[in-house]
Structures are given as C-alpha cells and as structure tokens.
C-alpha cells in the first residue's frame, strides 16, 4: 500500500517520485509512499471511465451487494484499519475505531439506498402521451478530501457515487494518504472491478485538483476541506459547468440558555470539542453561555477539562492526540495569543502540552469580544472560548454572526425556545440537547460559506445522480 490504485492495479508513477509521510505524535516517518501527478492522474480518469459503462449497467442490487461487503470487511477489519488510522492522523485508537465503523455505516446505508432510486410518473395533457422522470449515474466523479477523517470523509463519498453507478478517482489529504489506499485495498479484497474506484496519493494537490475539475470526462467533483481551498475549485471548475458538492469549513455556536441540562450541556460540548483534538468541522466553536448559568457551566466544565489525557493516540488512557501538523499548532497557537493580548482570561490549560511537540493542552477562555479572531476563526483545536449572553434574541444574533454555516447547538429544557432559536439560526445542521449529529442516515451540509451539498441520508445520492424527462407522445 505504498502505491497509487488506478486501475484495479498498484501504480508507482514513471517519475519515481516519493512523498513522506509521519506520525503527528511523535515526528516519525511511517513510510514513504507514490507521489502521483498530472500522468498518474489523467490515468485514473480514464481507467474510471473506460470502468463506467459496465459499473452504471449493473443492476442496483449487483451494486448493493458490492457494497455491503465493503461494509462488511471494513467492520471485520476494524482491528487492523483503526490503528493505520491512529498513526497518521494521530487521533486516539478508540476514536479511530469508531471511525472504521461509522466509515461501514456509509457503505451499508448506500447499498440500502442503491435499491431505492426511484423514479416518477408524470401526469401528460394528452390521453395519448406518456411521461416519466428517471434517474441516471452522472458518471466519472472526483473526490478530494481532508486528513481530519481520513477514512469517513471518502467513505460517504464513495458509498453515495458507487451505489449511484458513478465511478470514482480519489485524491486524499497529503497527511493522511494510507488510510484511503487501505480502502482500495479493501476494495481489492472484494473483487472490485477495474477502475471502479482509484486512489491517487500526493504531495503536490493544486495540479491534481487542477486536471480533476476541467478534465472533460469527470462530471462531478466532490469536496471536503477548507473553505479557501473550496471557492478555488469552484472557480477552477466553473469554464466546464462541472456539478459540485462543497463540505467546508464551520464555525459552531453553541448555546447553553437559562433552562438547560446544565450536566448534559456540559457533556454535549465535552463531545463536540474535544473529538479529534478539536479539528472537526462541526466542532463547537463558540460557546454562549446565560449570564444566570455561566458560572455554573464554567464550574463543572473546567473540573472536566482540567482531567483530559493529552497523549499519544495509542495509549489507552489519551483522550486528546496530537494536532495534525506544525501549521495547525501555529494557527491554534496564534488564535490564543490574540486573544489573550485582547484581554482574555485564561481559565485552564492555554499552552503547549509538554506530551510533544504537536500536543496541545485543552484550554478554556473568557472575557472574549468579537474584535478577537478567535471569535470568528474557525479553531480547529482544543480550546473553548466562552461567550456570555442575557437574552435569547442576543444570543442567537451572535451566533449567527459569522460567514460560516454549517453546524450549530442549542441547549433549553424549552421546547418553544428550541423551535424558535432553532429555526432561526442559520445552519445546515442544528443539534438540540445533542451535539452527535454524524449519522449515515442524516444530510450533512451546510449552508452560506460552509458550502452546498448533502451527504449521507437519502439525499446523499442525489449529488450523483441526473434527471431524465421522456415523453412518449402519439401513443396508440
Ligand atoms: P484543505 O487544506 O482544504 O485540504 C483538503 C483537501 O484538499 C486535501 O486533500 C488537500 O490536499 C486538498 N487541496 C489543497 N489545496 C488544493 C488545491 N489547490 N486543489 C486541489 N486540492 C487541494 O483542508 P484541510 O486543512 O485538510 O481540512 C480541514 C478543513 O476541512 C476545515 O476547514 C474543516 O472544517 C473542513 N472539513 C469540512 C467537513 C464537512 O463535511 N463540511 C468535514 C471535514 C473537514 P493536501 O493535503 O495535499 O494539501
């Protein structure tokens, strides 16, 4: 697995080129591994289109089988996939796990939806015509996505685009590549047939992205990652009218009101920060507290903090890993600097974690305004900045202060407040006295600068798929 997967086959590119690739926890190289550019890339393409039209001409339940092995070997193998996982992205072998099993989740949905691509009747004016609405694989489709779930994230991609009948070219994160190639190899392990599905490792993404989306065979490219990195593949994109979908950045307020479950909210935002060291997309990322409860929630919050285990992912009792990279500790490190020159308090934590050089400690703050960065940055990180608010219409007014739209939580014992504020905040996904949203049966997307597109859910295949109108006119 050392190699690109195009074509069914493992490919070291002509160049001979080779990329690094290291454990954030410790700074060791794991391996090295293919480093594919714009040859390696242009083969992938055309191996998954030559693989289209016998892929999309299988029967959605020839589809459906397929998928449900993948499935079923990702959750046989957990054991083996969750620590390639752990070791390159650094999050902790529990977490990475789960990440193997919600990753199957994704295949098994979409071999359930695979046999439900409905189609309509239409109703015609002439007693002599008839009309339908039905629906087709787009065809060959991109995939680009982070390290920060480096299994799930092409997962629900891969699940939506093959149960569809799309074939797929994949391009991981740079920081993360073994985790996609293990699935190849899985894909591999399941008979898949040539080019169906094709994994390109590299270092260098901007000419790759560049080929994925003005190539005239892809039809789709689907993204995951920054919202920089999206609007620019959206402008590369644009001179072909390629369709898109765009799963970016977040900035999630989450707002504990008067009335709530002071030691579930405290949970919820334990949950919603604190998973994969804070680098989640819908990571709670600006925490409104009532002035009434603020010290209250600080109290409990902090004694729960203050126990956290920051360490290597594979001790068993680490409950924070490593950030990803030394731009990431920068820009983590960089927020809280600002803020603290502005005037923030420092409650716990707020510095690097003496576990190495990557480990940050988890941090709370306060005393915070919307002149701080942090205030409007997403963090990607463990700290929880607290903001304090008096009444609802405030709260939410902030909360809805930012560009971003992707998740948000609100926590009340009221079920009218819940509607209300709910409805107002301006999110593709709102978590009430919840903050574990992910699920294959949900649409997760955001709105505004979060980008558009749902994936998982019965909407997931949607992106995938093309509407053909026939009308069958002078029937006799
Ligand atoms: P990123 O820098 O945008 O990178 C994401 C992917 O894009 C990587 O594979 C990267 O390759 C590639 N890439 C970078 N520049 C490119 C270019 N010019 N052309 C084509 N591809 C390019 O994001 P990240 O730092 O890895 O991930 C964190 C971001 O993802 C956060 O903003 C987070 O909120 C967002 N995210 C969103 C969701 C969601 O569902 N909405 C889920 C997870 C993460 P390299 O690794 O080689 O740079």
New binding site residues.
């Given amino acids: 697995m050392t190699k690109a997967f195009v074509d069914g086959q493992w490919l070291a590119p002509k160049s001979g080129d080779q990329f690094s690739v290291s454990d954030p926890a410790t700074g060791n190289e794991i391996t090295l591994l293919s480093d594919c550019g714009i040859h390696e890339t242009e083969m992938a393409i055309d191996a998954a289109h030559n693989a289209f039209p016998a892929w999309s001409r299988k029967s959605p339940y020839e589809r459906s089988n397929f998928l449900s092995k993948i499935a079923d070997l990702l959750t046989k193998n957990a054991d083996k996939i969750a620590p390639i996982i752990t070791l390159e992205n650094g999050k902790p072998y529990k977490e990475a796990f789960g990440e193997v099993l919600y990753s199957a989740s994704y295949f098994k949905w979409f071999a359930e939806e695979a046999v439900r691509i409905y189609g309509d009747t239409i109703p015609t004016r002439s007693a002599s015509s008839k009309a339908t609405a039905t629906k087709h694989p787009i065809g060959v489709c991109a995939a ?6 480096p299994l799930a ?1 092409l997962a629900r991609k891969a699940g939506a685009a093959l149960a569809a009948g799309c074939t797929l070219v994949a ?5 993360t590549p073994l985790s996609a190639l293990t699935l190849a190899k899985i894909f591999e392990e399941a008979d898949l047939t040539n080019g169906v599905f094709n994994v390109l490792p ?2 260098s ?2 000419e ?2 560049k080929v994925l989306t003005t190539h005239p065979k892809i039809k789709k490219v689907s ?7 999206g609007r ?2 959206y402008t590369q994109s644009a001179p072909s009218l390629k369709k898109l979908s765009l ?4 900035n999630a307020p989450f707002i504990v009101f008067e009335s709530a479950d002071i030691d579930l909210a405290v949970k919820g935002l334990m949950q919603a920060k604190f998973r994969n060291a804070g680098q ?2 819908i990571c709670a990322n600006r925490i409104f507290v009532h002035k009434n409860v603020r010290d209250k929630f600080v109290s409990k919050l902090s004694e729960k903090v203050s126990k956290l285990k920051v360490g290597n992912g594979f001790s068993e009792e680490t409950m924070i890993g490593p950030l990803i990279n030394s731009a990431a500790m920068k820009k983590v490190s960089s927020l809280l600097e600002d803020a603290v020159s502005k005037n923030a308090n420092i409650i716990t934590g707020g510095q690097k974690s003496p576990a190495g050089d990557l480990f940050f400690s988890p941090t709370i703050i306060s005393n915070l305004n919307s002149d701080m960065e942090i205030a409007r940055e ?1 963090i ?1 990180g463990p700290i929880i900045p607290i903001f304090e608010f008096d009444a609802e219409q405030e709260a939410t007014i902030a909360a809805n202060a930012t560009d971003y739209g ?1 998740a948000a939580y609100i926590y009340t014992e009221q079920l009218s407040q819940a509607w209300r504020v709910s409805d107002a905040l301006e999110f593709g996904m709102v978590g009430i006295n919840e903050t574990q949203i992910s699920d294959a049966a949900a649409p ?1 997307g ?1 709105i505004n600068q ?2 558009f597109g749902r994936e998982g859910s019965k909407y997931g295949l949607d992106d995938y798929l093309e509407i053909k109108y026939r009308l069958f006119g002078n029937l006799r």
């Fill in positions: 680009i996505t982070p390290w920060n779930f994230m391009k991981p994160a740079e920081d590299a270092s993404p901007v790759i992205g993204f995951t990652g920054s919202t920089d990195v620019i593949l799963e970016l950045g977040g989640t997309c997403e990607f992707l997760f955001g979060s980008g």
